[in-house]
């Protein structure tokens, strides 16, 4: 079974740079897709960005681009999140999820980190 666990949530000032990880065990399809979603307070939870498991092809929600990186490394079992130029507005509880083929929909999902980006 497929587990998904992040690290690297924390406080950071507004300007400053995090990196999320999210480390994935059992096992997933080369085909499968891995994204990063965020959930701020009494909202619902969002998309950030994601990216194929096996070619790295990268999709962002337009409210991060050029602002966050998602990146995987194969050998390590990894994604990552790259956060700078963060916001206040960034500030969210940011979930890590699989979506394995042929699904279309996020089927696994991390316990989640909290980033709160400070003023």
């Known amino acids: 079974q497929v587990q998904l666990v992040e690290s690297g949530g924390g406080l950071v000032q507004s300007g400053g740079s995090l990196r999320l990880s999210c480390a994935v065990s059992?096992?997933?399809?080369?085909?499968?897709?891995m994204g990063w979603f965020r959930q701020a307070p009494g909202k619902e939870r969002v998309f950030v960005a994601e990216?194929?498991?096996?070619?790295?092809?990268?999709s962002y929600a337009d409210s991060v681009k050029g602002r966050f990186t998602i990146s995987r490394d194969l050998a390590k079992s990894t994604v990552y999140l790259q956060m700078n130029s963060l916001k206040p507005e960034d500030t969210a509880v940011y979930y890590c999820a699989l979506r394995p083929p042929p699904y279309r929909d996020y089927r696994t999902w991390g316990q989640g980190t909290q980033v709160t980006v400070s003023s």
């Open positions: 990216t194929t498991w096996s070619g790295g092809i990268t």
């Open positions: 059992g096992g997933i399809f080369s085909s499968s897709v």
